[in-house]
């Protein structure tokens, strides 16, 4: 029986290969778009738009169950350690849900309390 961390690895190696795939396959997707008609590629090599959004919502997916390996990862650390990752996860969790214009303000009401921090240090 693997351990979480090393179950995690696989995952990580599979993602890396699938990542390969997509960005292969968006890459051919887009170049095609712009360089060439429809009507001049083989159907063997036409991918529509309708399954170009089915990838992305699998490779959504796939993201998703990412974000929930490391979640498990750092909120098994021992201790203390362990719940200041589980806070650090609920913490990225809200900023992602967030629309973008209240992220950015988050982020940079973040970078003030850093930069707080480092002028205190500092002194």
């Known amino acids: 029986m693997f351990c979480i961390s090393q179950q995690y690895v696989q995952f990580t190696e599979n993602l890396r290969l699938r990542r390969r795939s997509f960005d292969q ?12 008609s429809s ?3 083989s159907p063997s090599e036409c ?7 089915y990838v992305k919502s699998r490779w959504s997916g796939v993201c998703d169950r990412r974000r929930l390996w490391l979640r498990k ?10 719940q200041i990752g589980d806070w650090l996860c609920r913490a990225e969790d809200q900023l992602r849900a967030m629309p973008g214009d209240e992220c950015d303000s988050a982020g940079n009401a973040v970078n003030r ?3 707080q921090l ?5 002194r």
């Open 25 to 36: 396959l968006k890459s051919r997707i887009e170049q095609r778009s712009t360089s060439v």
């Open 39 to 41: 009507d001049d590629a």
């Open 47 to 53: 991918i529509t738009s309708e399954q170009l959004a």
């Open 73 to 82: 990862l750092d909120s098994d650390l021992p201790g203390l350690l362990g």
């Open 113 to 115: 309390v850093q930069q």
């Open 118 to 122: 480092a002028d205190i240090s500092v």
